[in-house]
């Protein structure tokens, strides 16, 4: 590569003259900057040095011309890489996953079927307890003649993956001052070996129910291999769960986001395009409500140019890049 001024998305870099260039795109880009050198050495030592002005002219030239080429590869780069990975919590629920349509009922169309229709893949976060075989997992629930069993086969089947919500959906920091560290440890490891029932192979990913998990019981589930899900500010912004706030919409949903539950997820993916970041993990929940709000929110992001993966994809395609610094402690 030829010499020049090396800019990276993310850093900040003095000029000989003027002020700081701040790259602060969101996004990860490398390349030299000859552009700027060259058309800002020309305008200071070739003979353009007889106005000021015209000088001072020169160099913002340089710097928009440096600033608008940086915008544009770091945008192509991020366009590369639209990518959600859908995330579902609480199942499996076979009237969810499957659908439900009987006269009186209000219907409750295929959460299989619609992610299917929109090419998505997706990870669905479970509870263990729902796939115990001889009990939970093989009742009938609500109108169904399918079993919560029945759904995470069919889950399975069609590309999506499995992952860990507990088996009993205990909240964490509480289990472990009452029960002790290897009670909550236990938990996760039951609901990871019935999902190992279903899938043939171990789980990576835990989810602690309403995200609560003491820091010592984190790091210690990190050295058995668990990758642990956080909303915690800490973590990369795009490495972090966006809450859709999708139970608020359940029930007489008098705290359901407004105007609507699809309006608002599009809102914070807007927020966080408008900072670069171009990749999100979406925490939902297996509800009809959900259902209705992905109806219209799937295809309208697929317009939008974005791919739905799992979260095993999403993160191979996502941590391959470095996040900036920038992107930590955003919301
Ligand atoms: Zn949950």
Redesign the pocket.
């Known amino acids: 590569m030829p010499q020049g001024l090396a800019a990276k998305a993310g850093t900040r870099f003095a000029k000989p003259h003027g002020p700081e260039l701040q790259v602060d795109s969101g996004c990860s880009c490398t390349f030299e900057c000859t552009t700027f050198t060259a058309f800002h050495g020309k305008s200071r030592y070739s003979g353009f040095r007889s106005q000021r002005n015209e000088k001072t002219a020169m160099k913002s030239v340089g710097y928009l011309l440096c600033a608008v080429l940086l915008f544009g590869l770091c945008n192509a780069s991020a366009s590369d890489q639209k990518l959600i990975a859908l995330t579902f ?2 199942g499996p629920r076979p009237y969810i996953l499957f659908g439900y349509n009987a006269p009186g009922v209000k219907p409750v169309p295929s959460l299989l079927d619609l992610l299917d229709k929109n090419q998505a893949k997706a990870t669905f976060f479970v509870m263990g307890w729902r796939l115990l075989p001889n009990t939970y997992g093989e009742r009938h629930e609500y109108r169904t003649d399918k079993t919560c069993l029945d759904a995470a086969r069919e889950e399975f089947r069609r590309g999506h993956e499995i992952e860990n ?1 507990t088996f009993s ?1 205990v909240q964490l920091k509480q289990f472990e001052r009452t029960k002790g560290e290897a009670a909550a440890i236990a938990d996760v490891d039951r609901g990871a070996q019935l999902i190992k029932t279903v899938t043939g192979s171990q789980p990576h990913y835990l989810r602690p ?1 309403d995200w609560i998990m003491p820091s010592d019981l984190e790091r210690d589930l990190q050295h058995r291999g668990w990758t642990v899900l956080t909303i915690s500010s800490e973590m990369p912004v795009a490495l972090r769960d966006i809450n859709s706030l999708d139970y608020l919409c359940a029930g007489k949903a008098t705290q359901c986001p407004k105007p609507s539950l699809d309006a608002s997820v599009l809102k914070t993916i807007e927020a966080r395009e408008r900072k670069g970041i171009t990749t999100h993990i979406i925490a939902f929940h297996e509800l009809s409500t959900t259902v209705a709000a992905l109806e219209v929110l799937l295809p309208e992001l697929r317009a939008r140019g974005y791919q739905f993966v799992t979260l095993q994809e999403y993160m191979n395609r996502v941590r391959t890049k470095p996040l900036p610094a920038t992107m930590k402690g955003q919301p």
């Open positions: 919590d609480d919500h959906h129910p």
